[in-house]
């Protein structure tokens, strides 16, 4: 969501009520902070309200996402950065003699050949615990460095593709 976006919500409601609308996803406190990080500050005295007191235009300022301004610390915004280019991972039964050495170069020459687009999606994520076999969590480990991804993008895809096959049954 975009800041200017926030500060005309603000008009009319309190952070802590914007805060908790689903197109947010950011506590009133993470709200404030990247508020006041992307330059805004809010004054009590006189009239009420969030004014920006930074560097630069404002109109620039309120064009970007408020997820630029947002520092994670131990509550994290719920938006998830999402690689475009992604390649489709290989078959969890097949084994890999890569070795890091290899993986890294693998990474390196991919990152060389195309730099990835980035897009910002809102996803809502619930957390999940499991057990998982040592050497297959291993290989994950270096699928997701050897593709530029983190694990559980990996574990997601895994589940999606192979849910959807259970469909096509």
Do not use: C
Not at 5 to 32: C, G, M, Q, W, Y
Not at 47 to 70: A, H, P, S
Request: hydrophobic share 35%; aromatic share 6%.
């Amino acid at each position: 969501m975009k800041i200017g976006e926030i500060l005309e919500l603000i008009k009319t409601d309190t952070p802590a009520n914007i805060a908790k609308k689903a197109d947010v996803h950011l506590s009133e406190k993470l709200l404030r902070k990247a508020l006041k990080k992307a330059g805004y500050e809010y004054r009590n005295s006189g009239e009420k309200g969030w004014y920006f007191v930074g560097e630069g235009d404002e109109e620039t300022v309120q064009e970007q996402l408020i997820y630029d301004f947002v520092t994670a610390g131990k509550a994290k915004a719920n938006v998830i950065t999402t690689n475009i280019n992604k390649e489709p991972i290989n078959d969890t039964n097949q084994r890999s003699n890569v070795g890091i050495k290899r993986g890294k170069e693998q990474v390196k020459q991919a990152n060389e050949q195309s730099a990835p687009t980035i897009e910002r999606t809102n996803v809502i994520r619930k957390r999940s615990s499991f057990d998982m076999d040592v050497e297959l969590m291993k290989e994950l480990k270096i699928q997701a460095i050897i593709h530029d991804r983190t694990v559980y993008e990996l574990v997601e895809s895994a589940v999606r593709h192979y849910l959807a096959e259970l469909k096509g049954k």
